[in-house]
């Protein structure tokens, strides 16, 4: 196997000993490449391995600075690109199949490199790097430099790969990210742009996002102010506020696995959904692409969510994690599923070869297939992965061909020694712990991690047998050692146990016994010489108490198998005297020790410092713990912990450690001779090691980077090699004998157990009949299988149990009585009372299991007490806080009150008492307002004198009177009403004269001042209240005392009279008197107390004292007997004992009234007078406490009604004070919401100055890009202008040059001088153009250098002399090919000058598109702040106020009410009324001058009308004086004449006469108020068109500062398309305002002229009085 390296490690001893590597065995862990169309190449650990697809040779390139990181290939150069990990990692670049060293590439990068991608084009290299840069870098590799690099922190990248058809197109894709990177390129510099795809929803449909920047759609609110983004209200000001999103919109999206390019720079993405995505690579719009549904759709596999992706024509290749190859055939949008190949593992990679003849396949294990495309396509495995990393390793004896390989799985794998190739595998189906060969037969040892040691045949390395199976433990087989002589295998257990095996087959690998050491064991050695009858054996282990290691020496004779009884008792347990067994300690802990040959010095490697010591043992027998002490001591120059192993012959110790590196040290001196670093420690460093009988191979085992290494022997020989050689022969003699007899045993005895096994022809087969030949590795049986050492356990008991069966029958007899007596018993126990019943654990003859429940129980007991007082402490805990933030912390409690009669309750307001930090604040507001106030005052009266003063000036001619009524005049209330101060806390005498007018908070520090003042408001509010509620509270407790005391008397009165009423009894409510609520009463605990003996025993004799001290007094009081016995009790008869008074009978009455005597009806007289004179007491003290009660009763009640009335009242003025408060806690959520509006609209002012300074910056970065490109490319076209200048010159120069020789001969040569060279290109083969779905890929510069040899090399063949024309001079036509060559490299050169002018003018278009674009944000950022600024002035002046309004003022018809008052201006109400008082004044005087009018109209109508009816009689009478001398006839005085009622019908037509013309009066009456009402509303319009006149001349006046500020602004900016489209749109300003003057002159001259028209029309209404 051949191997490429840049140096040789290590020193070479005297001698020039030196190790390299034979071969390296490891399996990827990353992609597989393709070098070119034959050789595939992987990583694994330190190595690159390159496998030959045709002859599976591999060749060997190793990383010398450790683990190899990422790798990628360079197909067309044929190279291959890796970097190391390490601290500042490189990358190499190196030359195939050469393996030299082509360039090495240092970057910046940190940690490591996570990605590595060849362009097909050039020479560009991306990388790719992780935390913490995350940068991205485009090098020339070939002149190792970075030509742009990008950083984007926090971003991995899971692929990258460049566009196959467009090197300027890199593709990063992540789980959650798919960007596409253009590297643009002007002349030499590069540059990276990146645009993000905006991928789909998790279910496939896409989402409109919104713009976060400058949001087009937002609502406004015309109430609570502007609406800002949501980056604004969060309080972002820098870059995150263009990226930020709340959580709800938030979407889940699709999360790419993998891409690839199509030929027509589009993107194939796969999606873990399982959704497929097209990509166009211009424009980066995302579709969809539609899966087509089958009638028989794929069984068991409907969502493919592929790992891996490939490009073919027909659409992609792609697979998953379930074994299969899929074909995906895309036609438009749509796209098809069909299975391709099943592999029956999951497939982690695809890639085609260059001539897309194969396709490499690689599984997730590390095996590695090729498919051939063909008429009969073929599927060959490259690469057969072993299962898993490699385990252990070890040499089949003597060590020469073959060696075996363990994973953890239980794959048991034999080698071919020359060129690694694997023989056969054999399956366990048991994980594995560790694997040894014997050196005395042709077996194998493997354990297991149950405990088992399984033993393997393996004489024919082509077919390896299961033979034995020995269950030694159920604890994990740790360690497997051989003796030198192969007499014994020890086999060492986690539990700390070793067992010693018979290690020949022939014995059928007998059990001889176990000892017991340390658990954890280190290391297991042996020294077995040739010449000695014993083995003897050192065990390392940790001994953690004492913070050292212990080694622990025994013996094992050779005759041990012949007499194993002998030497280990019952339990199979070796005795300690017989085997000299030895324990010693050291002073530090060891990671490793070994025993010399020589048996009376042991080798160790420490495990916390960089030594290796060696010990020397006592020779002198000792009993105890023996301390060793170091007798040598050598620095190891390995870091890490380490092993020590001895060679064969026990004269080189060889060390490994978790550095990598392996030293083969000399046994005495221990200094390095040889030394190589075959793995790094990365990779954790070596696991294990072997080495060869004849030390001329050595196996390397990696811990975590799964390779193996074996290392030969260069330049070896001398004493060294003669030593070993001459041992090895020695021992192959020694153990021929007994490996033939072993070997020939093996082959004839042993039956194999069955297990798996693989065997290279089996290989080849169909893996169907390799499944169908798996079975399990044993039979299963009913009877659980025993390890060894519990059989020994069991037959030691059994012979002890048949030693001592007659005793143990006694005992069983005495056990049964014993338990029938215990049965009977608990029979009794049964039939007992309850109180006298034992409990069942109680009959437990168990002593040991009693005190064991019993401790069980006290142990609950106290976990249950416990848990209980953790309980009860959180819950007092929490009490505590809640009454010292509820109780503790409020100066005045809260408390209620109840009436007596009716359900009212009123509460007070309970108060935390005000930090000192508020009242330092109240105080400095109180102070500035104060000091406002003063100087306001101080203002008002400066500029009061100096009005007066202007007063006196100007009005020196103004009456007495006058001036006396100004100065009489009442000073106006300078505070607002309730209505405009929003609430109605001067009804608690609140001062609100330092408080600011709602119309005045404009700035941040009024609103914080005027909250502070609302809260002392709201403070003193509740102080007047509750300073009412205590004095309510203590009225209550008194007349509560009151009721009390009177009831005392009721009582008693009830008691006299002998009524059944119950006495009413008023009592404090628990939320009158809160304070109870912490108090618990006896009442209220239902529990019954635990009471104690001792306090039970005490309380009895307590009680029992004081009942015979009771008695005793009792006995001793015959004064109160005898008070009692003869005047019940008192000295003197009460009045209230008169109702119970009675006079009693004389003795004669008993007697009938017939036989009494006078005297006795003297007696009975008297008697009847006394019983009624007691009566009457009687019904008279009835009567007067009767009368007691009820006005007992009724005081009571009187009382506590007037309490309830006043306490009705304080409930109002409770509602009334809650208002209050409530209205001024409006007021401040008003206020704080305006701060917090105020505030996020400063947020948003400086988020768009600092995006306005970036996109400033950027303007400056793009403006400077232009210009450097426009320099550039002027430079450029210079140049391509010099070059094509020449090039004319050299085509008009031609003639000039050879203007010697004969015309003819010029224009031949002339044509000759035209003529150009035709290049043949290389056609692809059909098939291959068939296959290859990429064509022909755009030309590279290594193209570009092959095409000007090709032409160079075609005109060599032009200049040659045969193309000569007849008769032309040698000379001439050698001068002839000097100029055509020189005007062809000038036209090549003219080629690629203007391929890189076209590029740069490209660039140069796409730098101004990008300015463009910056300039746009720049004029839309300008425009968002005006609007913005205006948004915040129109905030800071639309002032919400609240304000307060009386029932009725605000009730509308069907609750329309209308919340839009965009129109409407707020003003005082008596203004209103002011201004309509006015009105209705005027107007009265108005009517009272019409009505004037009309009266002086009506008389001048009266005035004409007699004038014209004199004017008519005059006419008539002339007329009738004209008829009289006309005198003739007419019918009108044949009428006359003849009508007799001639006037009454003149009189009606006079009647009709007079209707029409009072019509007509009307009428014009009518016209003249028209014409009126007309003038009105012109004079208003007019009005109108003046106030907007002067409102647009205040406005130009503020857009002419407004536009000298901005053409400011502009003119810093020195933006020249801002300050040409500000000074435009002024212009049409000026032209539109210019228009609007021009209309209101014209509108002017209407108003005139209509003004003039009514003047006209009212003095035509109105007459003037003229002598006719």
């Known amino acids: 196997m051949a191997q490429g390296r840049e140096r040789e490690e290590g020193p070479s001893s005297a001698g020039g000993a030196n190790l390299s590597v034979r071969w390296v065995q490891g399996f990827p862990k990353q992609n597989v490449h393709f070098v070119n169309d034959k050789t595939i190449c992987y990583s694994s650990g330190n190595y690159v391995i390159f496998i030959n697809i045709e002859t599976k040779k591999k060749t060997v390139l190793q990383c010398i600075n450790g683990i190899v990181g990422v790798m990628a290939t360079n197909i067309p150069y044929e190279v291959v690109a890796f970097s190391d990990r390490r601290l500042k990692p490189l990358i190499y670049i190196y030359n195939f199949p050469g393996l030299t060293r082509r360039t090495k590439l240092k970057g910046n990068v940190l940690l490591d490199y996570t990605l590595l991608s060849f362009s097909y084009c050039g020479t560009y290299l991306a990388t790719y790097s992780s935390l913490p840069e995350f940068e991205l870098a485009l090098w020339n590799w070939e002149s190792n430099v970075i030509l742009c690099k990008k950083s984007q922190p926090g971003v991995d990248v899971s692929q990258m790969s460049f566009n196959p058809m467009n090197w300027h197109q890199l593709c990063l894709s992540s789980p959650s990210t798919v960007t596409v990177w253009t590297i643009e390129r002007s002349n030499q510099e590069h540059y990276f742009k990146a645009k993000s795809v905006k991928l789909p929803l998790e279910d496939g449909s896409f989402f409109d996002e919104t713009s976060v920047i400058f949001p087009t759609s937002m609502p406004k609110d015309p109430i609570y102010g502007p609406v800002l983004p949501l980056s604004a209200l969060a309080g972002l000001v820098n870059e995150e506020a263009e990226t930020f999103r709340p959580k709800d919109d938030l979407y889940p999206m699709l999360h790419p696995t993998v891409h690839c390019w199509t030929p027509t720079s589009d993107l194939y993405v796969g999606c873990e959904e399982g959704h497929l995505l097209m990509i166009n690579g211009d424009t980066l719009k995302v579709t969809v692409l539609n899966k087509m549904e089958e009638e028989e759709s794929i069984d068991r596999r409907n969502l493919i969510s592929p790992v891996t992706m490939v490009y073919q ?35 982690e990679h695809l890639m085609f070869s260059p001539s897309y003849k194969m396709l490499l396949i690689q599984t997730d294990k590390g095996s590695v297939y090729i498919y051939t495309f063909g008429e009969e396509p073929n599927l060959d495995k490259v690469l057969d992965a072993c299962d898993g990393k490699f385990q252990a390793v070890d040499f089949i004896t003597p060590g020469t061909k073959h060696f075996m390989t363990l994973t953890h799985s239980g794959e048991v794998c034999v080698w071919w020694m020359e060129e690694c190739a694997c023989a056969s595998r054999i399956y366990l189906n048991n994980p594995t712990t560790t694997l040894a060969c014997s050196p005395s037969s042709l077996s194998a040892a493997v354990g297991t991690v149950d405990g088992s040691v399984h033993f393997l045949d393996v004489h024919d390395v082509e077919s390896p047998k299961a033979i034995h199976k020995a269950f030694l433990s159920e604890s994990s087989i740790s360690h497997l050692t051989y003796d030198q002589r192969g007499l014994y295998l020890l086999v060492g257990t986690s539990a700390g146990n070793i067992f010693v095996m018979n290690a020949r087959p022939s014995s059928l690998f007998q059990i001889l016994g176990f000892t017991e050491v340390g658990k954890d064991i280190l290391q297991i050695s042996t020294v077995s010489l040739l010449e000695k009858e014993r083995v003897k054996v050192l065990v390392l282990y940790p001994h953690p108490e004492a913070g050292r290691s212990r080694l622990e020496t025994f013996t094992l004779p050779r005759t041990l198998p012949e007499v194993p009884t002998t030497f280990a008792d019952e339990r199979g347990r070796l005795r300690d005297e017989f085997i000299h067994k030895n324990l010693y300690e050291m002073e530090h802990t060891l990671s490793s020790a070994v025993l010399e040959f020589q048996s009376n010095r042991i080798y160790g490697f420490c495990d916390q ?24 001591k050598v620095q190891s120059k390995h870091y890490g912990p380490g092993t020590l192993h001895l060679s064969s012959h026990g004269l080189w110790v060889i060390t490994i450690a978790k550095c990598g590196i392996l030293c083969v040290r000399d046994v005495f001196t221990l200094e390095t001779f040889a030394r190589c670093r075959s793995h790094s420690h990365q990779g954790h460093g070596i696991q294990s090691m072997r080495i060869s009988m004849d030390g001329q191979s050595i196996l390397v085992n990696g811990k975590d980077d799964g390779t193996l290494v074996c290392l030969k022997w260069k330049r070896f020989g001398g004493n060294s090699a003669a030593d070993i050689l001459e041992y090895f022969q020695q021992l192959s003699n020694y153990l021929s004998s007994t490996m033939e007899e072993e070997n020939d045993y093996l082959s004839k005895q042993i039956v194999p157990i069955d297990v798996e096994h693989d065997s290279e022809h089996a290989v080849s087969q169909n893996k169907s009949s390799v499944d169908s030949s798996q079975e399990e590795l044993y039979v299963a049986d009913n009877v659980k299988e025993i390890p060894w050492i519990q059989q020994k356990m069991q037959e030691a008991i059994k012979k002890e149990v048949k030693l001592f069966s007659q005793k143990r029958k006694e005992i069983k007899t005495r056990i049964r009585a014993l338990a029938k007596t215990i049965l009977d018993m608990m029979e009794e126990n049964e039939q007992v009372d309850d109180i006298a019943k034992l409990d069942q654990y109680e009959f437990g003859l168990d002593l040991e299991e009693l005190e064991r429940l019993h401790d069980e129980n006290e142990e609950e007991v106290a976990k249950m007490r416990k848990d209980v007082e953790m309980h009860n402490l959180a819950k007092s805990y929490l009490a505590e806080i809640i009454k010292e933030e509820c109780w503790n912390s409020m100066v005045v409690k809260g408390r209620a009150l109840k009436c007596f009669h009716i359900p009212y309750v009123v509460e007070n307001f309970p108060m935390k008492e005000r930090t000192a930090e508020e009242q330092e604040e109240l105080k400095r507001v109180l102070q500035q307002k104060k000091t406002e106030a003063e100087c306001l005052k101080l203002r008002k009266e400066i500029v009061e004198v100096q009005s007066a003063a202007a007063l006196v000036k100007k009005h020196h001619e103004e009456d007495d009177d006058e001036e006396e009524e100004e100065e009489n005049k009442p000073v106006k209330d300078t505070n607002l009403p309730n209505y405009l101060l929003g609430s109605l806390s001067t009804d608690f005498g609140a001062d609100i004269s330092l408080l600011s007018s709602q119309l005045e908070l404009h700035s941040r520090e009024e609103k914080v001042n005027q909250i502070i003042l609302l809260k002392d408001i709201i403070h003193k509010v509740k102080t007047v209240f509750n300073q009412e509620f205590d004095a309510a509270y203590k009225q209550k407790e008194s007349e509560v005392a009151r009721v009390k005391e009177r009831n005392i008397r009721i009582k008693e009165i009830i008691r006299d009279l002998d009524l059944d009423e119950t006495v009413w009894e008023p009592e404090f409510d628990d939320c009158e008197k809160p304070e109870r609520t912490f108090v618990v009463a006896s009442d209220e605990i239902k529990a019954h107390k635990h009471i104690k003996p001792w306090q039970k025993a005490k309380a009895e004799l307590t009680a029992t004292r004081e009942m015979e001290r009771w008695l005793q007094t009792r006995s001793t009081d015959t004064r109160r007997r005898a008070l009692m016995d003869m005047m019940g009790g008192v000295l003197e008869v009460k009045k209230e004992d008169i109702l119970k008074m009675a006079i009693p009978q004389p003795a004669f009455m008993a007697k009938p009234d017939a036989v009494w005597t006078e005297e006795e009806r003297k007696q009975f007289k008297d008697y009847e007078k006394k019983v009624k004179e007691l009566n009457e007491e009687r019904d008279k003290y009835r009567k007067s406490l009767e009368t007691e009660l009820k006005k007992l009763q009724n005081s009571i009640q009187e009382s506590t009604q007037n309490f309830d009335d006043h306490l009705k009242k304080l409930f109002e003025k409770r509602v009334k004070a809650e208002m209050v408060v409530n209205q001024e806690e409006l007021k401040i959520s008003n206020l704080v919401f305006s701060l917090l509006l105020d505030e996020e609209l400063s947020y948003r002012e400086t988020f768009l100055n600092n995006y306005l300074t970036r996109k400033q910056e950027e303007k400056s970065q793009a403006s400077e890009a232009i210009r450097k490109a426009r320099e550039e490319l002027d430079m450029c076209k210079e140049h391509y202008d010099n070059l094509l200048a020449e090039d004319k010159v050299l085509d008009r120069s031609f003639k000039k040059e050879f203007s010697e020789i004969p015309s003819h001969q010029v224009d031949i040569l002339y044509k000759l001088f035209k003529r150009r060279p035709r290049i043949h290109k290389q056609k692809p083969h059909s098939d291959t153009a068939s296959i290859v779905p990429f064509g022909e890929r755009p030309g590279s510069a290594k193209l570009n250098k092959e095409h000007l040899a090709q032409l160079m090399k075609a005109m060599d063949e032009l200049d040659n002399i045969t193309n000569m024309p007849e008769g032309l001079d040698p000379l001439v036509w050698d001068h002839f090919c000097i100029t055509r060559r020189a005007k062809v490299e000038n036209e090549q050169k003219v080629k690629q000058k203007a391929a890189g002018l076209v590029e740069m003018a490209a660039f140069l278009r796409r730098r101004v598109e990008d300015d463009e674009r910056v300039q746009q944000d720049i004029e839309r950022v300008f425009h ?27 009730e509308l018809e069907n609750f329309q009410l209308i919340l839009e008052y965009s129109d409407a201006i707020l003003i005082n109400k008596n203004i209103i009324e002011d201004l309509n008082s006015v009105i209705r004044t005027q107007g009265q005087k108005k009517v009272a001058s019409m009505m004037e009018s009309k009266d002086v109209h009506k008389g001048i109508f009266q005035i004409e009308w007699e004038h014209k009816k004199m004017e008519m009689e005059m006419e008539d009478l002339n007329q009738k004086a004209w008829d009289i001398q006309m005198l003739f006839f007419s019918r009108d005085r044949q009428k006359y004449l003849n009508e007799p009622h001639y006037e009454t019908l003149i009189a009606i037509q006079i009647g009709i006469m007079e209707q029409t013309i009072d019509v007509l009066d009307k009428t014009h009456k009518k016209n003249v108020d028209n014409c ?97």
Do not use: W
């Not at 895309?330 to 391709?340: M, Q, S």
């Not at 002046?1437 to 609240?1442: H, K, S, V």
């Open 1572 to 1668: 009126k009402r007309l003038l009105k509303k012109l004079e208003k319009f007019s009005n109108q068109k003046d106030i907007a006149n002067h409102a647009l001349c205040c406005s130009l006046r503020e857009e002419l500062v407004a536009v000298s500020e901005r053409q400011g602004i502009c003119n810093a900016m020195g933006s020249k398309l801002t300050c040409e489209k500000i000074a435009k749109e002024r212009y049409e300003n000026m032209i539109q305002q210019q228009k609007l003057a021009n209309i209101s002159k014209q509108q002017a001259a209407q108003i005139s002229i209509l003004q003039a028209e009514v003047e006209r029309l009212r003095m035509k209404t109105f007459p003037a009085l003229v002598q006719m």
């Open 313 to 347: 024509k027909e659409g992609v290749f792609a697979s998953g994690i379930d074994g299969f190859i899929y074909s995906y055939i895309i036609k438009d949008l749509n796209y098809k599923i069909e299975d391709f190949l099943e592999i029956e593992e999951p497939v």
């Open 1424 to 1450: 968002e702040l005006v609007l913005l600024q205006d948004e915040k002035v129109r905030f800071q002046l639309d002032l919400m106020i609240q304000i307060l309004l009386k029932q009725g003022q605000v």
């Open 609 to 632: 410092v960089p030594y290796i010591c060696s010990y020397l043992l006592p020779k002198k027998e000792h009993s105890g713990v023996y301390v060793l002490k170091p007798f040598q």
